[in-house]
């Protein structure tokens, strides 16, 4: 009998879940464009996730039906990563480029919202900081994401904590827009919340939806999808 | 909110077309959808003043001239001498009164009118209440009709701790409770002010004589309140993002036109009850700093103009309108100056930001590559949790009340995705999840931990098919030095499970892993790659193991490179499990496992079988290959 080579054996990889890597992949673009990565508590006080972020006690999302309240209503379930670009502020001096990624919570459960989903964040301060230089960031990060020959739109909105604030779409392949990450130059009342000289700085902000990036680039109809940690989903994500 | 094509085209001089406006609106924020003649507008929560037909209108008179298509009722009114007390100034600075009585009966609504309800298929409720509807829709003012008949005693408006029911005119009964904007008569509650007026008071179609209330309530004194009782009111949606606060007596003398236009006014009397005027902010004008924040070049002309065709009125000083509750500061008007120029038109600039090309690579990096490495999968799971630890940390509003705690501990979630897995037939698990946990001693403490759960075989190829997942296996990956961690078995008693197979955990902090263990790690992140991923099927799979008996060597390699490469629409994947050489025999057998699974369907056997033979035929077909006791015939 020859000699006989055995089968070669196939390593199992295992895989990330899909939403750290695109998370991952959205901080990593972030980091090379020079925004430091900051971390902060998904537990925060009503001051630093609603106060501070220019969020009035009568806005919409400070109800209990919104927001997760814990400890006798000490302490809050982070609605969004914000609080650490405060932190971080209120911890340097401009200029600063920091960006943030991480889980947030909202009181909401449906086919289309879940309690628990991920942001990344960042924010840019200097001085003579515009409009316009915030559209350049965001052209960038999102040409980065989805490639360079993107038709995107910038189209107004509203954050309690930027003004003026916009929305960012892309054109999808099959000729609609989607919209894709929320910004703004940063509200001055944020800026002097932050012990930051609003006549002298200013910056902007933005933030972006991981699951909403995740879904798009997979293709992935069904949030719901991701937290089964059914291996047959986890599975093709190696 | 809902509006009509024709009803905002008659505010213009000139009529746009749809698609005009349509484009006109996304470039001032007003994001909707067209259905028909019909615009479904999503308006950000900043913008009550856009809430009806004026609001848009007035917004888009910086791109059609705007001309104020309604009549208001021009005549001197006589003056009510209304039995009421505003107790609650604060909440309520500013509310007029309309006796309105009527002499006759309505025939039928005039086309704006009757439109209003066909069109945007809205409910006829009564004459009163239909014209108060209709104006809210055209103004943007709710206002609330009392039957003036059942108002017999002094009326009251105040903000004060209920516990009284209430039944609204809706029909539904609602328990009041805590602070809340009430109007009440003797001892009654008739009204929940901003929200929903009551039975009692109602009008209805017999009504002839009404007492129309028309006010500015502070958005603060109204926000909440509709979801507090579960009640759906287009008036609260307007007053919880402000109303102008100084358009109340237009609005009644709006009513009053449009009651005319349809029947015989008897008489009209107006009262209001105001906590002094209403004082119009003022702001500097700053072209150079508008330019600052958006990066523009505009000169103070074009800011002018800007501003006045968004209804400011400009000289030194800017003075905002009593209908913009969101103006305050320079920023605030940047924004009036891009929403007119358009977000897309306003060139984009560059920033000096130093960019970095290495990436770092953490401690959790290392831990997690190292891990998918060896097979593992990484799992995300909600912090919400069914158990209580003596340090856990307690939701004050759970989603579920089951699970009304934060977890303290990583291993019951793993538990639950293992299960999970084994119920979809899955032999080899390996799962971890990193995660920040939260706890409370004398404050609250956050601590990093890796879980991290196996069961099952070790692997799926011939060297590991036979060998199982235990604590001896992790040992051995998890080589730290000078570092103690507990692998605990799971007890399957009190699972919902049939398996067999012995469940491993351990949970480690990310602090008490060694930096001699993540610095040994080579971990280059692999680089992300995006793809379209396929839909799990929700259909059971059915394994099907088969041995090969080779006794002609030379077709092993050919044996091997079509098991490698099989593919089928109903083969989910195949693996071999069993390799042996009998080089006494000179043969050669080789043990397949294949795992067949539709998206679309529980396959039957019989497809089964039909899908094994058209993989596995080609191969019997080759000179010293057989699959002993099986027939492909």
Same mark, same amino acid.
């Given at each position: 009998?020859?000699?006989?080579?055995?089968?070669?054996?196939?390593? !199992?990889?295992?895989?990330?879940?899909?939403?750290?890597?695109?998370?991952?992949?959205?901080?990593?673009?972030?980091?090379?464009?020079?925004?430091?990565?900051?971390?902060?508590?998904?537990?925060?006080?009503?001051?630093?996730?609603?106060?501070?972020?220019?969020?009035?006690?009568?806005?919409?999302?400070?109800?209990?039906?919104?927001?997760?309240?814990?400890?006798?209503?000490?302490?809050?379930?982070?609605?969004?990563?914000?609080?650490?670009?405060?932190?971080?502020?209120?911890?340097?001096?401009?200029?600063?480029?920091?960006?943030?990624?991480?889980?947030?919570?909202?009181?909401?459960?449906?086919?289309?919202?879940?309690?628990?989903?991920?942001?990344?964040?960042?924010?840019?301060?200097?001085?003579?900081?515009?409009?316009?230089?915030?559209?350049?960031?965001?052209?960038?990060?999102?040409?980065?994401?989805?490639?360079?020959?993107?038709?995107?739109?910038?189209?107004?909105?509203?954050?309690?904590?930027?003004?003026?604030?916009?929305?960012?779409?892309?054109?999808?392949?099959?000729?609609?827009?989607?919209?894709?990450?929320?910004?703004?130059?940063?509200?001055?009342?944020?800026?002097?919340?932050?012990?930051? !000289?609003?006549?002298?700085?200013?910056?902007?902000?933005?933030?972006?939806?991981?699951?909403?990036?995740?879904?798009?680039?997979?293709?992935?109809? !069904?949030?719901?999808?991701?937290?089964?940690?059914?291996? !047959?989903?986890?599975?093709?994500?190696? | 909110?809902? &509006?009509?094509?024709?009803?905002?085209?008659?505010?213009?001089?000139?009529?746009?077309?749809?698609?005009?406006?349509?484009?006109?609106?996304?470039?001032?924020?007003?994001?909707?959808? &067209?259905?028909?003649?019909?615009?479904?507008?999503?308006?950000?929560?900043?913008?009550?003043?856009?809430?009806?037909?004026?609001? @848009?209108?007035?917004?888009?008179?910086?791109?059609?001239?705007?001309?104020? +298509?309604?009549?208001?009722?021009?005549?001197?009114?006589?003056?009510?001498?209304?039995?009421?007390?505003?107790?609650?100034?604060?909440?309520? *600075?500013?509310?007029?009164?309309?006796?309105?009585?009527?002499?006759?009966?309505?025939?039928?609504?005039?086309?704006?009118?009757?439109?209003?309800?066909?069109?945007?298929?809205?409910?006829?409720?009564?004459?009163?209440?239909?014209?108060?509807?209709?104006?809210?829709?055209?103004?943007?003012?709710?206002?609330?009709?009392?039957?003036?008949?059942?108002?017999?005693?002094?009326?009251?408006?105040?903000?004060?701790?209920?516990?009284?029911?209430?039944?609204?005119?809706?029909?539904?009964?609602?328990?009041?409770?805590?602070?809340?904007?009430?109007?009440?008569?003797?001892?009654?509650?008739?009204?929940?002010?901003?929200?929903?007026?009551?039975?009692?008071?109602?009008?209805?179609?017999?009504?002839?004589?009404?007492?129309?209330?028309?006010? =500015?309530?502070?958005?603060?004194?109204?926000?909440?309140?509709? @979801?507090? =009782?579960?009640?759906?009111?287009?008036?609260?949606?307007?007053?919880?993002?402000?109303?102008?606060?100084?358009?109340?007596?237009?609005?009644?003398?709006?009513?009053?036109?449009?009651?005319?236009?349809?029947?015989?006014?008897?008489?009209?009397?107006?009262?209001?009850?105001?906590?002094?005027?209403?004082?119009?902010?003022?702001? *500097?004008?700053?072209?150079?700093?508008?330019?600052?924040?958006?990066?523009?070049?505009?000169?103070?002309?074009?800011?002018?103009?800007?501003?006045?065709?968004?209804?400011?009125?400009?000289?030194?000083?800017?003075?905002?309108?009593?209908?913009?509750?969101?103006?305050?500061?320079?920023?605030?008007?940047?924004?009036?100056?891009?929403?007119?120029?358009?977000?897309?038109?306003?060139?984009?600039?560059?920033?000096?930001?130093?960019?970095?090309?290495?990436?770092?690579?953490?401690?959790?990096?290392?831990?997690?590559?190292? @891990?998918?490495?060896?097979?593992?999968?990484?799992?995300?799971?909600?912090?919400?949790?069914?158990?209580?630890?003596?340090?856990?940390?307690?939701?004050?509003?759970?989603?579920?009340?089951?699970?009304?705690?934060?977890?303290?501990?990583?291993?019951?979630?793993?538990?639950?995705?293992?299960? =999970?897995?084994?119920?979809?037939?899955?032999?080899?698990?390996?799962?971890?999840?990193?995660?920040?946990?939260?706890?409370?001693?004398?404050?609250?403490?956050?601590?990093?931990?890796?879980?991290?759960?196996?069961?099952?075989?070790?692997?799926?190829?011939?060297?590991?098919?036979?060998?199982?997942?235990?604590?001896?296996?992790?040992?051995?990956?998890?080589?730290?030095?000078?570092?103690?961690?507990?692998?605990?078995?799971?007890?399957?008693?009190?699972?919902?499970?049939?398996?067999?197979?012995?469940?491993?955990?351990?949970? &480690?902090?990310?602090?008490?892993?060694?930096?001699?263990?993540?610095?040994?790690?080579?971990?280059?992140?692999? *680089? &992300?790659?995006?793809?379209?991923?396929?839909?799990?099927?929700?259909?059971?799979?059915?394994?099907?193991?088969?041995?090969?008996?080779?006794?002609?060597?030379?077709?092993?390699?050919?044996?091997?490179?079509?098991?490698?490469?099989?593919?089928?629409?109903?083969?989910?994947?195949?693996?071999?499990?069993?390799?042996?050489?009998?080089?006494?025999?000179?043969?050669?057998?080789?043990?397949?496992?294949?795992?067949?699974?539709?998206?679309?369907?529980?396959?039957?056997?019989?497809?089964?079988?039909?899908?094994?033979?058209?993989?596995?035929? +080609?191969?019997?077909?080759?000179?010293?290959?057989?699959?002993?006791?099986?027939? @492909?015939?």
């Amino acid at each position: 009998m020859d000699k006989i080579d055995p089968p070669a054996i196939i390593k !199992d990889l295992g895989s990330l879940h899909p939403i750290n890597q695109t998370k991952k992949h959205l901080l990593e673009i972030l980091s090379q464009m020079g925004f430091k990565e900051v971390h902060g508590p998904e537990i925060e006080t009503e001051e630093f996730n609603f106060d501070m972020l220019n969020i009035k006690e009568q806005h919409p999302a400070r109800q209990m039906h919104d927001t997760f309240y814990v400890e006798n209503k000490s302490y809050v379930l982070r609605t969004h990563t914000s609080p650490v670009q405060i932190r971080s502020m209120l911890d340097s001096k401009p200029p600063i480029a920091f960006t943030s990624g991480g889980k947030v919570f909202r009181k909401d459960d449906d086919a289309t919202h879940l309690p628990m989903f991920h942001q990344v964040e960042g924010i840019y301060i200097d001085k003579d900081v515009t409009f316009a230089n915030l559209k350049e960031v965001i052209q960038e990060i999102l040409k980065n994401l989805f490639g360079s020959n993107l038709q995107i739109r910038f189209r107004p909105s509203y954050f309690p904590f930027t003004e003026p604030s916009a929305e960012a779409d892309i054109m999808s392949e099959s000729g609609k827009w989607l919209e894709i990450l929320g910004c703004g130059i940063v509200n001055p009342v944020v800026l002097r919340n932050c012990n930051i !000289d609003s006549e002298l700085f200013s910056g902007f902000a933005f933030g972006l939806g991981v699951e909403r990036i995740a879904m798009l680039k997979y293709g992935v109809d !069904d949030i719901r999808d991701f937290y089964k940690s059914n291996l !047959d989903f986890l599975g093709q994500f190696t | 909110m809902k &509006i009509v094509y024709n009803d905002l085209i008659n505010f213009f001089s000139k009529k746009p077309t749809k698609e005009l406006l349509s484009k006109k609106l996304f470039q001032l924020g007003h994001e909707h959808d &067209i259905d028909g003649d019909i615009y479904d507008l999503d308006l950000t929560p900043n913008r009550g003043d856009c809430l009806s037909l004026l609001g @848009l209108a007035r917004d888009l008179n910086i791109f059609f001239e705007l001309v104020e +298509p309604y009549e208001l009722f021009k005549e001197e009114i006589e003056k009510l001498d209304l039995d009421f007390e505003n107790l609650s100034p604060d909440e309520c *600075p500013c509310i007029s009164f309309l006796e309105i009585e009527i002499d006759g009966e309505i025939a039928e609504y005039k086309p704006y009118l009757e439109n209003f309800f066909t069109i945007l298929k809205n409910n006829k409720v009564n004459f009163f209440t239909d014209v108060s509807n209709y104006i809210s829709y055209e103004l943007g003012q709710p206002t609330h009709c009392f039957d003036r008949k059942k108002i017999k005693n002094k009326l009251i408006f105040e903000n004060r701790d209920c516990s009284e029911s209430f039944k609204t005119l809706m029909d539904s009964e609602i328990k009041l409770h805590g602070q809340n904007c009430i109007f009440s008569m003797g001892d009654e509650i008739i009204s929940l002010a901003g929200v929903m007026g009551g039975e009692s008071t109602a009008c209805s179609p017999d009504t002839k004589s009404a007492l129309v209330e028309c006010a =500015y309530f502070i958005p603060k004194a109204i926000i909440g309140k509709s @979801l507090k =009782y579960n009640l759906s009111s287009d008036a609260a949606h307007k007053f919880e993002r402000g109303v102008d606060a100084n358009g109340q007596i237009e609005v009644l003398r709006r009513f009053i036109k449009v009651v005319e236009d349809h029947v015989k006014i008897k008489s009209v009397k107006i009262q209001t009850f105001s906590e002094g005027s209403f004082k119009l902010k003022n702001l *500097p004008f700053e072209t150079s700093k508008i330019n600052e924040i958006l990066g523009t070049n505009l000169k103070d002309s074009e800011y002018k103009n800007i501003l006045e065709k968004f209804g400011f009125f400009v000289k030194d000083q800017i003075i905002v309108p009593s209908y913009r509750s969101d103006i305050s500061c320079q920023n605030d008007l940047s924004e009036e100056v891009a929403r007119a120029i358009g977000y897309d038109n306003i060139d984009s600039k560059p920033i000096n930001l130093e960019s970095k090309k290495i990436q770092q690579i953490t401690k959790i990096n290392k831990i997690e590559n190292f @891990l998918v490495s060896h097979g593992f999968f990484e799992v995300i799971n909600f912090p919400f949790s069914p158990q209580e630890a003596s340090n856990s940390i307690c939701i004050d509003n759970p989603l579920d009340s089951k699970k009304e705690y934060l977890r303290t501990s990583l291993e019951f979630s793993l538990i639950e995705n293992l299960l =999970y897995n084994e119920r979809r037939q899955k032999e080899s698990i390996k799962l971890f999840e990193i995660s920040d946990l939260y706890s409370k001693d004398l404050e609250i403490r956050q601590e990093k931990k890796l879980g991290i759960i196996i069961s099952g075989r070790v692997g799926n190829n011939y060297l590991d098919f036979s060998k199982k997942l235990d604590d001896k296996y992790l040992n051995q990956l998890l080589n730290f030095k000078n570092s103690s961690f507990i692998i605990s078995e799971i007890s399957r008693n009190g699972l919902k499970t049939k398996k067999k197979d012995k469940i491993f955990y351990t949970e &480690i902090l990310i602090d008490d892993i060694p930096d001699e263990f993540t610095d040994t790690i080579k971990s280059e992140p692999a *680089p &992300i790659r995006f793809f379209n991923y396929k839909p799990t099927s929700q259909f059971p799979s059915s394994a099907r193991d088969f041995s090969f008996s080779i006794t002609d060597t030379n077709n092993y390699q050919e044996v091997l490179d079509h098991l490698n490469d099989l593919k089928h629409e109903n083969l989910k994947h195949s693996f071999i499990f069993d390799f042996f050489e009998n080089k006494k025999n000179n043969e050669i057998k080789i043990g397949v496992r294949l795992v067949f699974q539709s998206t679309l369907k529980t396959l039957s056997d019989n497809e089964i079988e039909k899908s094994i033979v058209d993989l596995l035929k +080609p191969l019997t077909r080759l000179k010293g290959v057989k699959i002993p006791g099986l027939n @492909l015939e």
